[in-house]
């Protein structure tokens, strides 16, 4: 007979079912830095296409619900004219203003990023006593009322352009019989405007009869109450737009601007120029 012997381990070595308490150890922290560096690598992807869906969010329908408003009112600003103002280029001994309206109010936006509303008055060129008579109908303001705060800026297109002061309107509260605003001057703050511009006004008063400050006149007139639903405030007009001849848009689409040559045709009647086609 043969007898049975247990295999012994040789040379100290253990069989494949005995683990190494060490090496165990070694094992679950490798595998416990690795899930943690996996959950730090996925925070950060998460928090880049988080910043990049800020930048860039996409377009289609969006299922944030509109903040509650009980009331809103549609009302159509005028910035009509500004006398008085400040001589910002020495060349042409003049100014070339224009305003940048903002208009917020108590309403909660529907995200935090969204823009407050603001337009822009075409520039007025070598002009210290501006007429603009611009209009802006804006729907969905509520009955808390609005602040709307004009700057008036030198358009300079070599150089930034330089403040010549603010004005800022506030309205407590607005309701059907709110008489609104009527064609009422607003001195012009000198606060946070350019020191080269009221530099010259200073030497222009001690040297003549120039008032320092200037004036804006603006009205605000109701036109009733906003169209369901409310709680946000939105343009209704009025349009502008610029007509103008690009070389590149016209590339791109693959037109020329109307040769000047052309334009009449056999008929006595006139006709308008034929668009031409490049090659």
């Known amino acids: 007979m043969v007898d049975e012997k247990d295999d012994a381990p040789l040379n100290g ?13 070694q094992g679950k922290d490798a595998e416990k830095q690795a899930e943690h560096q996996h959950k730090l690598k996925d925070k950060m992807t998460k928090k880049q296409e988080k910043l990049r869906l800020k930048a860039n969010p996409p377009g289609g329908f969006d ?8 009331d809103a009112y549609t009302i159509k600003f005028t910035f009509h004219r500004a006398k008085n103002l400040p001589v910002s280029d020495l060349n042409s ?6 305003i940048h309206a903002t208009l917020t109010s108590a309403l909660a936006k529907r995200h935090k ?12 060129h070598k002009n ?15 009955s808390s009322g609005f602040r709307l705060k004009c700057r008036l800026y030198d358009e300079d297109s070599s150089d930034h352009d330089d403040r010549l002061g603010n004005v800022t309107v506030y309205v407590n ?19 946070m405007a350019s020191k080269r511009a009221y530099m010259i006004r200073s030497c222009a008063v001690m040297l003549s009869s120039v008032k320092m400050s200037g004036n804006l006149w603006l009205s605000a007139e109701l036109l009733g109450e906003s169209e ?10 009025l349009t502008s737009w610029v007509k103008h001849y690009s070389p590149m848009i016209g590339r791109i689409a693959g037109t020329k601007a109307p040769g000047s040559s052309q334009g009449q045709s056999g008929n006595s009647q006139e006709s308008k120029p ?6």
């Open 13 to 25: 070595q253990t069989n494949g079912t005995d683990a190494n308490p060490q090496h165990d150890g």
């Open 274 to 279: 034929k668009t031409e086609k490049y090659e």
């Open 173 to 191: 509260r607005i309701g059907p019989d709110w008489q609104g605003i009527r064609d009422e001057s607003f001195d012009i703050k000198k606060r």
């Open 228 to 237: 369901k639903p409310y709680g946000r405030m939105y343009t209704v007009g």
């Open 128 to 142: 210290t006593d501006p007429v603009w008579d611009t209009e802006w109908i804006v729907a969905g303001i509520p």
């Open 113 to 124: 990023e969204d823009p407050d509303l603001v337009i822009r008055t075409p520039t007025v």
């Open 63 to 70: 299922a944030t619900p509109i903040p509650f408003a009980p």
């Open 93 to 98: 001994r003049s100014s070339d203003p224009y």
